[in-house]
């Protein structure tokens, strides 16, 4: 390929209508000649076409996908990797394969595996989830001012960047080039580590305070804000730890540490070093939420 | 004290005009005889009366007390035990000592040793703090339906109980009664354990990815809620952690072990279990957040 492709002369195939995919088609729609909509469901297909999240809609995924110039998968990750192997065969020479996953190492592999050379694959990975998930809370401006990262294959063009990083700008999003390996080890401290503390802080009140009625009545903004993403849907969250075990391991080892250190300062009532970790925290919270 | 004393005739004295008191004051201003605000420091105490969080103010500290039918203590948790026992020959007879401490039962323990028996003692724990404090946030609605928790003493009248409940209710809080201990073992759960999950999750970003500047740019907002309490203030956090480091260590202990369960499931690609221990505690937290 060496010619520039340009967004607005390609058809988009977004696979997956629910959050993620339903709000990308609704805020590209325009921007590119057509977007489609696939989802297995008939009510999401007429759902996202009510709502104008699409211009085309179908249950069908090769039906869907078969003269898109872009595809881009926006399914739980295992789901993601599942019909990589099912599009592949029909696909457009010079179709860019794209996906929304949040986790990039084992979906790359996986394009690079099971995409034919004619195709162009690159990885993505918006970082605009929610805990809610569904066509139901889909927006078009869910991207507004998030970073979109993008992950190339050593076989995608820099042509096919350039395209992912249009389609990025076009949702209002702003784009950011890592490599796959280095992705997942950093969303795996400052996404999927999160998710697990959340679940364990409720999952602790649960086994204890929680056969109190006055625990419910006590539970304040803290305990709200720090559980929150424990309401993340389970498969999603199910198909990311289970592609990004390695990284979240290491994430939940290093905040054990953490944890247990600044638990044995409480323990020894050693108040001076208590205060300077503390403080410490929370000047580098500040400085990452100015 | 047999009388009934009503709220509407009483003099209250807050003590410490940061966020809790300077909005407690405000509530109250107007639905008691008067509100004296007392300080250390002049200008928050000018800041206090140019905003009506107060009638009065004062920074001389027993002159604010000592005509006081009720005295609120609203400074961090061991300044609190301190000024009991600095105001404790100052008081009138039938005066009414209330605090809005974290933690209750070293403050309990304080009061019943250091007042003397003519005052009445009724700790306090109203649940609507803030990671951001000072006089700069405090506002009228701060109190709004929040439970406002009310740890009375063996010594504590049925009387002055009544009166904690008519001042809760009059700053639009809803006030629940707990034991001191009970309420510190249930806040040690559904509070400071938060606080200590959120700053180890700062301290793990900050030891790995931080170094990163991807990193910056990928926190998202589960980081974000999840971290948010780790901006609390750190002198009123110590003083709170100091003075419940029995049921804080406690509720570590349980939360490591979850997190051990949890992150055991996912090393062993258990996926069963853990789309099962997933789902109970997504569905565990809707319930507490309907």
Known sequence: MKWMKSLSDCSVAVVGLGLMGASLGGALRGKCARVVGVARRAEVVETALAQRFVDE????????????????LSTP????????AEIAPHLRPGCV????????????AAMDHLLPESVQPLGAHPMCGKETSGIEVAEVALYQGRTFILTPLARTSPETVALGV????????????LDA????YLVGTVSHLPYLLACALVATADATTSKDPAAWKIIAGGFRDTSRVAGSDVQMMLDILMTNREHVLAAVRECETQLRHLSD?????????LRD????????????FP
Do not use: F
């Open 181 to 184: 390996d280095r992705q997942d």
């Open 277 to 288: 970790a503390l403080t410490t925290i929370r000047n580098t919270r500040k400085e990452m």
């Open 97 to 108: 394969v794209m996906d929304l996953g949040s986790t990039k190492k084992e979906i790359v």
């Open 265 to 273: 300062l409480v323990a020894n009532g050693d108040e001076a070093m």
């Open 77 to 84: 990750v295992r789901v993601i990797v599942q019909q990589l």
């Open 57 to 72: 809609g179908t249950t069908d995924l090769i039906a869907g996908v078969c003269d898109a110039d872009v595809v881009v």
């Open 166 to 177: 249009a389609l990025a700008e076009a949702a209002g999003a702003k784009p950011l080039v």
